[in-house]
C-alpha cells in the first residue's frame, strides 16, 4: 500500500499541474492482493488505513477533491467492501459507494475470479451529489456492465458518471470502450473511468486504457494498455453540451410499459 500510495502522489501532482479541478482515480487503488485471504487481512477502517490517511492529506494540501476505490473491512471480519471515497478539498471523507456488482467469472483462456469470496455487495445506488467539476455518480468497474444503474443515476440528473476499473485484459479488448461509450450516449452524461493497467501479479493483469467519454458518445481522451508508469488524462466538462443534447435528442422514458429505473 505504501507503494501505491506513493504512486497515486504522483498522480495528484500531474492532476495538480494541470490544473484539474477533481481527480479520479482507479478502483482498489490502495492494493490489489493475490488472493482472497490476502484481500481480507490487508483491509483496514480507513481511520486506521496509512493509504486512506495519505489520500485525505494530498487532498487537504492541494485543496483538491480525489475519488478514489479502496478496500474496507466488512462486518464479521470474512469479507471486505469494495467502495468508492469521495474526499473533498478539506481532506474529509463526504461520501461512499459501495460497489454493487460482484466479478465471478471464468474467462476461457483467461483468468477466473471470485471478486464474491472475499467482497461483500453493497445494496443501494447512491444519489448523485454536487462537486467542483458538477453532479457526480458514482459506480464501480463490473457495474459497467448493468445500465440499470447509471439510468438510475440520469434520473437523478447526474452529469457526470463514473466507472473506476482494474478491467481484465481479454474483457477489456472486447467490452471496455463499447461499454462506456454505451452508458455516455444512453445516459446523456459524461463518463470518466480510470483504469488499473498491468501486471498485478503472474495471474493477475488490468486492461488499463483510462478514457473520459463525452455526453454524445465521444472518447475525448485515453491513455493506453501499457504500464509506463503513473499518468492522467483530463477533458473540459461543458454543461451547455448536455443540455443541447438532452433538448435536441430528448429521451422519454415509457414508464406506462415497462418500469421506472
Not at 478502483?27 to 481511520?47: C, F, N, R
Not at 486512506?52 to 480525489?66: D, K, P, T
Not at 461520501?95 to 445494496?123: A, C, M, N, T, W
Not at 483510462?210 to 454524445?216: D, E
Amino acid at each position: 500500500m505504501t507503494h501505491n500510495l506513493g504512486l497515486c502522489r504522483q498522480v495528484i501532482q500531474k492532476a495538480v499541474a494541470a490544473g484539474a479541478k477533481a481527480l479520479f482515480l482507479p478502483e482498489a487503488s490502495d492494493y490489489i492482493a493475490g488472493s482472497a485471504a490476502e484481500t481480507i487481512s490487508l483491509a483496514k477502517p480507513v481511520q486506521e488505513s496509512e493509504f486512506v490517511l495519505g489520500i485525505q492529506e494530498e487532498a487537504r494540501n492541494a485543496q483538491l477533491s480525489i475519488n478514489v476505490g479502496v478496500h474496507e473491512p466488512a462486518t464479521g471480519g470474512n469479507r471486505v467492501k469494495n467502495t468508492l471515497l469521495w474526499i473533498n478539498e478539506a481532506g474529509d471523507i463526504v461520501q461512499r459507494y459501495q460497489k454493487l456488482h460482484l466479478f465471478d467469472v471464468e474467462i476461457h483462456g483467461g483468468p477466473i475470479l471470485r471478486e464474491s469470496d472475499s467482497v461483500e455487495p453493497g445494496s443501494s445506488i447512491l444519489p448523485p451529489f454536487d462537486t467542483p467539476v458538477g453532479r457526480v455518480g458514482l459506480t464501480i468497474c463490473f457495474d459497467l456492465r448493468f445500465p440499470e444503474i447509471s439510468l438510475a443515476l440520469k434520473r437523478q440528473n447526474a452529469q457526470i458518471i463514473i466507472y473506476p476499473s482494474a478491467f481484465t485484459v481479454p474483457t477489456g479488448r472486447a467490452h471496455w470502450e463499447p461499454l462506456l461509450r454505451a452508458r455516455a450516449i444512453e445516459t446523456q452524461a459524461y463518463v470518466l473511468a480510470a483504469a488499473q493497467v498491468g501486471n498485478h501479479s503472474e495471474k493477475r493483469r488490468s486492461y488499463g486504457h483510462a478514457m473520459i467519454c463525452s455526453p454524445w458518445g465521444e472518447v475525448l481522451a485515453e491513455l493506453g494498455g501499457e504500464d509506463t508508469g503513473p499518468d492522467i488524462i483530463a477533458a473540459d466538462i461543458d454543461f451547455a453540451q448536455v443540455q443541447k443534447i438532452k433538448k435536441e435528442m430528448p429521451l422519454l422514458r415509457r414508464t406506462d410499459v415497462y418500469p421506472e429505473v
